[in-house]
């Protein structure tokens, strides 16, 4: 019953955020459980959170290639993975932007991207664009954090200094999945940091 | 003859404006380390109306609705009018980048550059409701104060949302 009542949510804000704007600012708070997405890797498998059994929680990042904040974080994303999916919290990236306004966000520019960078998980074409605003992504980079549930226990920015890894002083993102390990309620929750709207078709 | 006066004032304001043929050098910009620093600027409250772009060079809508911008500042010359462009461009492509777009595009808007790096502290200050995405655009004159996250595709969208404020209590 839940089941039908969280999906049904999801279409309710799926029809909602295309009936309005792209730039909708419904989506997931914080506590809300997300619902699971099949969307194509740059390997042509598709991925889903359920694909992950061992999972303790998921680090789902909506970034891209043209953003030049998101190609900031690339590395930090790749490292980030390295060390938290061993301890059960993997990063699963997703491309939003429509591939026709942004050629450089292409199914193959994000295979060359990947392959350049050595990213170590999956890299996910939104295709048709369902995905993001379901989760009421409004940027690259941008990221929710969920547990095992696949509550949503985190949303923002992975830490307080994009341009300068060297300047971090906050890193709200390993701080939250360290709460979470400890059983503990991220704080902050939320947090915000400059990026690029998701490019769709206006 | 208010024509003529109108004319001759215009004329004036023409030839002695530092807004027209500039070519844009680092000194031209205003650079602001840190958010405490822009913060009034982005809070002046008085009799002009202030139309407030936050942008960068490497965001392409902004750079596809810059334009309107410049042509509203254009048009509302010689009106209590300022359009303040608030760059997110980074330091280090300041003159690899920001100076030799501000010269191709002959940009005449007063242009900021904002540096702070820890946009966490200060994005709700800007406005509590914004994402983070750029652009966004910010009207304000005296008490009137609106907030949009979004892109614009015409001068005229502009006009709608200024010259209402524009005229108020003229």
């Known amino acids: 019953m839940r089941q039908i009542i969280i999906l049904s949510l999801a279409a309710l804000t799926l029809s909602f955020s295309s009936a309005f704007s792209q730039k909708s600012s419904h989506g997931y708070g914080i506590g809300d ?27 789902i990042v909506f970034t891209c290639n043209h953003c030049p904040y998101a190609v900031m974080y690339e590395d930090r994303l790749v490292e980030l993975d390295k060390k938290y999916a061993a301890l059960g919290y993997p990063v699963i990236a997703i491309m939003p932007n429509d591939p026709e306004v942004k050629p450089d966000d292409s199914f193959a520019n994000m295979k060359l991207r990947a392959a350049e960078k050595g990213f170590s998980f999956p890299y996910l074409m939104d295709e048709g664009q369902k995905v993001y605003p379901v989760f009421g992504a409004t940027k690259t980079p941008h990221v929710y954090l969920l547990d095992k549930e696949k509550v949503v226990r985190y949303i923002g920015s992975i830490d307080d200094s994009a341009r300068d890894a060297s300047a971090v002083e906050e890193k709200f993102l390993e ?18 940091a400059i990026g690029c709207s998701i490019k769709t078709k206006s | ?12 304001l023409f030839l002695v404006s530092p807004l027209t043929a500039q070519e844009w050098t680092q000194e031209d910009l205003k650079i602001y380390q840190t958010f405490d620093e822009i913060e009034p600027v982005l809070q002046l409250s008085n009799d002009t109306t202030y139309l407030i772009n ?32 608030v760059s997110l461009d980074l330091e280090r492509q300041i003159t690899s980048k920001l100076i030799p777009f501000l010269n191709k595009k002959q940009i005449k808007s007063e242009v900021l550059l904002l540096l702070d790096g820890k946009p966490n502290k200060w994005i709700d200050r800007v406005d509590p409701s914004w994402s983070g995405a750029i652009p966004i655009t910010i009207v304000r004159k005296g008490d009137h104060y609106s907030f949009y996250e979004k892109e614009f595709h015409s001068e005229q969208e502009l006009i709608a949302i200024v010259s209402p404020i524009l005229n108020l209590d003229k």
């Not at chain 1, 997300?34 to 680090?59: K, P, R, T, W």
């Not at chain 1, 701080?175 to 915000?192: H, Q, V």
């Open chain 2, 54 to 85: 936050f942008w960068a060079t490497w965001c392409g809508p902004c750079v596809k609705e810059l334009p309107y911008f410049e042509a509203i500042t254009e048009r509302y010359q010689g009106e209590k009018f300022k359009t303040l462009l």
């Open chain 1, 175 to 192: 701080n939250a999945i360290e709460a979470l390990m400890k059983g503990e309620t991220p704080d902050p929750a939320t947090t915000k």
């Open chain 1, 33 to 59: 459980t997300a619902v699971d997405f099949n969307l194509m890797n740059i390997d042509g498998e598709y991925v889903s959170m359920a694909d992950y059994e061992e999972a303790n929680g998921f680090i």
């Open chain 2, 1 to 12: 003859m208010n024509h003529l006066l109108l004319f001759f004032s215009g004329l004036l």
